[in-house]
Every structure is written in C-alpha cells, then in structure tokens.
C-alpha cells in the first residue's frame, strides 16, 4: 500500500467515524465568526501585539489560547456523550499544555539576555537575536513534555510521535521537488527578496569573524529545527498525547488552536491552517507519527531559505 493510499485510508476512516452534522456546523461556525472578529478588528494585532513581550502578554496568550481550545473541547463533548470533562488527567495535561503556549506567546527572557551582554556590535546583536529567536524554544518545549511524558505518557514510543518507526519519507520528498519549481518563480518578487533569508549574513560584517556560510549554517540549523516545535506541540502533545484521554476527539479542539496560532498571519493562511491542522492531526492519530507534518513545514521553509540566498548570490541587484 503506498504511502497516498494509506494516507487517503486514514481521512476516509476518520471521517467516517468522526463526522457529526451539528458539531462540525458549530466548529465551521465558531471559527467563522472568530476569524471575521480577528480581522475585522485587528484583534491579534491591536491587542495582543501592543502588550509587548511581558508577563501581561504571556496571560493574554493563555486565556487566548485556551478560549480556542475549550470553546470546541466542551461542547464536543457534550454533543458527542464523551467522557473526557470527567477526567481529570483531561484537565491537568490540557491547561498545563496551554499556558506552555501562551509563554511562548510572550516569551521574552532571551531578550533580555541579549540587551545585557556586553561588548557586542550590532551586526553580532542581529545574528545572535535571530539565532535565540528560534533556539529558546528548546528549552521552553522540551522540559515541559518530557515531564508530561514521564508522568503520564511512560508506555508511548518516542516523544509524542517524535520517531522515526512508520515514517516514509518519499512522497514528502515527491511533494516538495514539485513544489520547488514554483517557489522558484515568486523568489523574483520583491516581497520574497524582503522576507527571505530569514537571517540575511551579508548585513552582519562578519559577525563574530565567522563566515558568510557559517553563520547561514548556525543560524538555518535552529531556524529549520524549529518547526519541529510547531508539530510537536500540536499533532504531537495534543493529538498523539491527548488520544489516551480523548481517542479521536482530540482533533478538533486542536485545529482550532492551531487557527488562532496563525490569526496574526493573512487570512488565507489562517483559513488554510483549519484544513491544514485537520489532515495533519488525522496522520498522526493514526500513524503515531508527527515526522510528515515536519518534513512538509521544515522543507518548504528550507526551500524558501535557499531560494533567498540564490537571489542574493546568483541574481544580485545592480
């Protein structure tokens, strides 16, 4: 059985077993009615973001987040006649799985550091800063679910679908060589040239002594392995970690999380977050595996990084 079969296999049993008119109208609704408040009012943008990276602003981002997640969480489970409100170990993983979001919303310590360091010019502030940018979650993530994981989760291989075991590599590869061609085409635009490379190394002057390539290699190490947190945290902890409390329930509540994530991106982005997140979570509840939602992040993100650098190196500006 090849890997689109089994995957089209898993979407089909899912659906089959999960679809409930009522509550799939409330979730398109809920989201519906969030997603036009979001834009409408620049909800993320103007109160979220104005809240700086602050404790305050740490709060706001847990009782954002939370809003999301038990907004369809609970009247799933009344709609459904699951048994998961009743569990305790339900509340305790959820909330504690929240708030370590909403810190990240917020996180701000690794800024701090930086402003206290001494003796540094700005071409190494810059590299550093988006180096932390991404490295902190490293140790903001993994504490936390490896302590999740050994209070609740001993039997389950790997770290929340975090393994190798049933991961086939291939028709991610497929998807992304056919991609390519087409990021290609859009690196022309003036746009793109602005936001990639994430880390521009030309504007440093040699920061630290390291070369242009080594700072690319520091820095794109982080930055790629970073979206491991992405899946991680949402297919991984929620889905694969919340199974054993909420078996095929743990979706949903899920995807809408993962949509208010993207509320301070474009619309398009956070509309497609919702089929996106959806398809994604059906792979790793069945699968155990979070590998191809981060082949497919990490690879996009790799392919837009080294479309940047060509057009900075290949096609410079006159």
């Not at 521009?200 to 979206?227: C, H, M, N, R």
Request: proline residues 3%; glycine residues 8%; aromatic residues 20%.
């Amino acid at each position: 059985e090849t890997g689109m079969k089994k995957i089209a296999g898993y979407i089909r049993d899912f659906v089959k077993a999960d679809f409930n008119v009522r509550l799939y109208v409330f979730v398109a609704l809920f989201l519906a009615v969030c997603i036009s408040l979001n834009y409408y009012f620049q909800f993320e943008h103007k109160v979220l973001n104005p809240l700086g990276k602050t404790v305050a602003c740490m709060l706001a981002y847990i009782a954002f987040y939370a809003f999301a997640y038990f907004s369809v969480a609970i009247p799933q489970a009344l709609l459904t006649k699951a048994d998961y409100l009743r569990k305790r170990d339900f509340w305790i993983k959820s909330i504690i799985l929240l708030i370590l979001l909403g810190v990240d919303g917020g996180f701000y310590y690794h800024k701090e550091l930086l402003r206290n360091i001494k003796g540094i010019d700005s071409g190494e502030f810059y590299l550093l800063t988006k180096i932390l940018n991404n490295a902190y979650r490293y140790f903001l993530y993994l504490p936390v679910l490896f302590a999740l994981k050994f209070v609740y989760d001993r039997g389950q291989a790997g770290l929340y679908g975090l393994s190798l075991k049933r991961f086939d590599y291939k028709h991610y590869l497929f998807f992304l060589l056919a991609i390519a061609p087409v990021l290609f085409m859009l690196s022309f635009q003036a746009d793109f040239q602005r936001s990639y490379p994430q880390m521009k190394p030309w504007i440093t002057d040699a920061a630290f002594g390291w070369a242009e390539w080594k700072q690319t290699a520091v820095f794109e190490f982080f930055y790629l392995s970073d979206f491991v947190f992405v899946e991680l945290f949402f297919r991984g902890a929620l889905v694969v970690g919340m199974t054993v409390l909420m078996g095929r329930h743990a979706i949903l509540p899920m995807v809408a999380t993962y949509c208010f994530l993207h509320f301070g991106k474009p619309m398009a982005e956070a509309i497609g977050s919702i089929f996106g997140g959806y398809l994604l979570g059906i792979i790793a509840l069945y699968s155990r595996n979070i590998l191809g939602g981060y082949a497919i992040h990490m690879g996009l993100a790799a392919l837009m990084e080294a479309m940047g650098l060509v057009q900075h190196y290949c096609f410079p500006k006159k």
